[in-house]
């Protein structure tokens, strides 16, 4: 079963740091990953991707603060998030775009 799998979200004060990681099933194909959001009430939104260019590109809202990378070894891809703000919290999903793979989602509560 192809499959992808978040892991890493919690709860942290405004200014704090997480990494998520998204680690892919055998299968999936991780060429191509973006990181999206959900806050509640809210739709889906793109916050990062991470593809086959050596730079990987992000929101607006998250440009400088938060960091996608890879470690091929481990068939994962990470999302670190720096200077956390009540905005950022969501449910954070990975997205393989080669195969259209979603991972459950792991839920980022920033409170103030």
């Known amino acids: 079963q192809v499959q992808l799998v978040e892991s890493g979200g919690d709860s942290v004060q405004a200014g704090g740091s997480l990494r998520l990681s998204c680690t892919a099933s055998?299968?999936?194909?991780?060429?191509?990953v973006n990181w999206h959001r959900q806050p509640l009430g809210k739709p889906r939104e793109f916050v990062a991707q991470?593809?086959?260019?050596?730079?990987?590109t992000y929101a607006d809202s998250v440009q400088g603060r938060f960091t996608v990378s890879r470690d091929s070894a481990k068939n994962t891809i990470y999302l670190q998030m720096n200077n956390l703000k009540p905005e950022d919290t969501a449910i954070y999903y990975c997205?393989?775009?080669?195969?259209?793979?979603w991972g459950q989602g792991t839920q980022v509560t920033v409170s103030s």
């Open positions: 997205h393989a775009l080669i195969g259209d793979v």
């Open positions: 055998a299968g999936v194909n991780v060429n191509v």
């Open positions: 991470i593809a086959a260019s050596p730079i990987p």
